[in-house]
């Protein structure tokens, strides 16, 4: 057996289908493009038309199939028809990538339930609607992928966590109570913890040289993350080589978390 085919047998998405939520920007516009690019139909689903214009034609032009479907996550009604249309481009998916989030950063003390609730209908709810939609299929047929991106803020608190850092301290705890649920029938469930990453999710701190300094002087290889950095371990996740992982949540920081 040849590296090039036992490599393919370990890691190829080949005839596979892929759902990517927040996939037109950031991390889930590079998890997008590495399941594409290792043969996944990949969907992507976001708000902005641009940016899913924009990487939908890079990904074609590369001899991708993928598609998108224009969607904003911050109701179940909207995540439900969302669901429905994605499922309609190539099928119902074997992998489903939840990127999608809101940053919402006002301190405790002014948080307030209009920041609450768009926090976690966007960052929580959806998720666990798009596992509802599509965890059941996916165990039907013996295989699946959910993967979750979450946050260290799921894990410490700093920067103001707030809602945000509830948010993604849940979205682990789903992650584990669908690995329960579905892992027994093919479907492992998941999560990629980031660090810092210089995302426009992070605009905020991204535009501060002393603070991104800062937070690069905390990892062990002395930067920040980048998008491209996690195509590798979405890949690994996506395939059938992490058939043995599930309910964990693996942290691609640079080694932030252990510094």
Not at 9 to 35: M, N
Not at 40 to 45: D, F
Request: hydrophobic letters at 45%.
């Amino acid at each position: 057996m040849t590296s090039h085919t036992y490599l393919n047998e370990l890691f190829s998405l080949d005839g596979t289908v892929a759902v990517v939520t927040g996939g037109s920007s950031g991390i889930g516009r590079s998890v997008a493009g590495a399941l594409a690019r290792s043969g996944a139909s990949v969907v992507v689903v976001a708000r902005k038309e641009a940016g899913l214009r924009a990487t939908v034609d890079e990904l074609t032009a590369d001899g991708c199939r993928a598609a998108w479907v224009n969607a904003d996550l911050g109701t179940r009604a909207a995540v439900r028809e969302a669901a429905d249309r994605a499922a309609g481009v190539f099928g119902e998916p074997d992998i489903l990538v939840n990127c999608a989030g809101v940053n919402l950063r006002p301190p405790m003390g002014e948080l307030d339930d209009a920041v609450w609730d768009t926090t976690m209908a966007v960052n929580l709810e959806a998720p666990y609607l798009l596992g509802q939609r599509f965890g059941p299929g996916m165990a039907e047929r013996g295989f699946g992928r959910i993967i979750h991106i979450t946050s260290q803020q799921a894990h410490r608190a700093f920067v103001q966590s707030g809602a945000y850092g509830v948010s993604k301290g849940a979205l682990e705890s789903l992650a584990r109570s669908q690995a329960e649920a579905w892992s027994p029938y093919g479907v492992t469930c998941n999560t990629l913890v980031p660090g810092f990453v210089m995302t426009p999710l992070n605009a905020r701190l991204s535009s501060d040289p002393e603070k991104v300094a800062a937070l690069a002087a905390r990892t062990m290889t002395g930067r920040n993350g980048l998008a491209e950095d996690f195509a590798g371990a979405a890949v690994f996740l996506a395939s059938r080589a992490s058939a043995y992982v599930t309910g964990q949540s693996l942290f691609v920081d640079g080694g932030l978390s252990v510094h």
